[in-house]
């Protein structure tokens, strides 16, 4: 398992006892929003510092091979030893990239957004959507089919694409659990097509209040559900991605003191896993098109829960991530539109 390097929480705790100051110099307090664009601001500068670092070490090694290769070619001996990077300094730079990115403290709501408006995400739904469309039913539905099951229901999210995008993140419905008929644990619902809802009294397993931020995350996925779901081959593909057995196995432990072991069947259902994997994009601040690396699953295995408070089935779906489904995994992260 990698090390990664002690994490800087990006607000310091008020409580820490602070070094008095020799001179107490006047200050104008800074509203809430100028403190978020200050945190977001010093996020993109460090991790910006942390990419052009590794950027800087491939590059070495890149160059130090090239040269390697043309003596090699020529029959030259070099009297100068050629420098390339350490593999330890390539790893150490690689996991602190990670831990950069890590804990986005931006809207996710916001940045799945800029995501699914990516070209390169786009074009991952078109194919992603196409691969799948031969596993749907032909034809127009009948009074009594499910018209998801059918080709059609494809068909138009893919020409729909950017009108969907518009329309599901264009609002989002409030109101307390009761008010849809679920409870507070639910937290929040969502179905393709619409904008998804938030529930004001949201609460966590404990029967804590949800943060504003913590039901950001939630708003984030269930506005998931209204871009894309997953009913022919593509949703087999995304369910290989963890045991089942696993599964099973955490879902009998259910007790009156583990109630959110009855959830875990939600992992059952495609969306659900990807708007979980959706869920690591957001924390660890993905824009576009980046890679998600075996680094970037050990990392957020050892700190996603305890850095976002919100463990919606989160440690079940950790768990089935066996050495068995991991690469299935991360090929799908990458694959579909995320």
């Not at 995501?115 to 196409?130: A, N």
Request: hydrophobic share 35%; glycine share 6%; aromatic share 8%.
């Amino acid at each position: 398992m990698t090390e990664f390097p002690p994490k800087t929480p990006l607000v310091q705790d008020e409580d820490a006892q602070q070094p008095e100051a020799a001179v107490e110099e006047p200050s104008l307090e800074k509203s809430a929003e100028e403190r978020e664009r200050d945190i977001l601001h010093e996020y993109w500068q460090n991790r910006a510092t942390k990419e052009a670092a590794l950027a800087a070490l491939r590059r070495k090694r890149l160059e130090a091979g090239k040269l390697a290769r043309v003596h090699a070619s020529l029959g030259m001996e070099s009297n100068t030893p050629i420098s390339e990077p350490e593999s330890d300094q390539l790893e150490t730079a690689e996991t602190e990239l990670i831990a950069a990115e890590a804990n986005y403290p931006g809207h996710w709501t916001l940045l799945l957004e800029d995501r699914l408006r990516d070209p390169e995400t786009k074009r991952k739904f078109v194919q992603v959507r196409t691969e799948a469309l031969p596993s749907l039913r032909q034809g127009e539905p009948g009074q009594f089919d499910k018209e998801k099951q059918f080709q059609s229901h494809y068909e138009a999210q893919i020409a729909d694409y950017d009108k969907n995008i518009d329309s599901v993140f264009n609002t989002t419905n409030i109101g307390n659990a009761s008010e849809f008929g679920r409870p507070p644990l639910h937290a929040g619902m969502g179905n393709i097509g619409e904008p998804g809802t938030v529930f004001l009294d949201a609460e966590t397993r404990e029967g804590v209040p949800l943060t504003t931020r913590q039901k950001m995350i939630i708003e984030a996925h269930e506005k998931g559900h209204g871009m894309r779901d997953f009913q022919g081959s593509d949703a087999d593909e995304i369910r290989s991605t963890l045991d089942f057995n696993v599964l099973a196995e955490r879902e009998s432990l259910t007790t009156a003191e583990n109630p959110q072991n009855r959830f875990v069947n939600y992992l059952r259902d495609a969306s659900e896993i990807v708007e979980r994997m959706a869920q690591l994009k957001n924390y660890f601040g993905f824009k576009g098109d980046e890679e998600f690396t075996r680094l970037h699953l050990e990392f957020a295995k050892k700190h996603y829960i305890q850095d976002t408070g919100l463990d919606n089935t989160m440690s079940h779906f950790f768990a089935a991530i066996t050495p068995e489904t991991e690469n299935q995994f991360l090929a799908v992260m990458n694959k579909y539109p995320i």
